[in-house]
């Protein structure tokens, strides 16, 4: 059944417009089927109950007949639509996670290059006195301190799930 096979996709796959597009033409689909089982309800009722000159007592059994099927399929359309829905509530949920998932990767790699940014900025500013102009391997302290820092917030964030 296609429904079954919908389901795999979202659970089993990566959540995709595809499986989003398959959804919708399947809603599609049943609401013809139900515009075109819906007026037989009431159809089916009324050759069956009332008293019709044209209809046989004979013939009124194989209209119950016939209503409870219409009746059923009818049911099976409402229980197809509600499970339809919820396959694509459960797909926008997929999306929106993994759509939060990048989100969090692009916070975390932001935070980490904002470190050698901001020590950049501090040493643009063209200071007439910083301590480690002096000192002669304070350049390479700095250098060192920075990507330590980044080194570390990167497995900070890797650890964290951010990453």
């Known amino acids: 059944m ?5 389901e795999d996709k979202i659970f ?3 959540p995709s417009r595809e499986t ?3 959804i919708y033409q399947l809603k599609r689909e049943l609401l013809e089927v139900k515009r075109a089982v819906s007026p037989l309800v009431d ?3 009324r050759l069956m109950r009332f008293d ?3 209809i046989s007592e004979e013939t009124r059994p194989y209209f119950r007949d016939v209503y409870d099927h219409v009746v059923r399929i009818n049911e099976m359309v ?3 639509r509600e499970l339809l829905n919820t ?7 997929l999306i929106s996670i993994s759509q939060n998932d990048v989100s969090k990767k692009f916070a975390g790699w932001a935070a980490i290059i904002a470190v050698p940014t901001m020590v950049a900025g501090f040493y643009g500013m063209n200071f007439k006195f910083i301590p480690e102009t002096e000192w002669p ?3 390479y302290a700095v250098l060192l301190l920075t990507v330590g820092l980044c080194i570390l917030l990167y497995y900070l964030f890797r650890r964290s799930g951010w990453l």
């Open 43 to 45: 159809v089916c009722n």
């Open 52 to 54: 019709i000159k044209w």
């Open 78 to 80: 409402e229980n197809t």
């Open 20 to 22: 989003t597009e398959q």
């Open 2 to 6: 296609e429904l079954e096979s919908i």
């Open 87 to 93: 396959a694509l509530e459960a797909n926008f949920s």
């Open 137 to 139: 391997y304070g350049f």
């Open 12 to 14: 089993k796959e990566k």
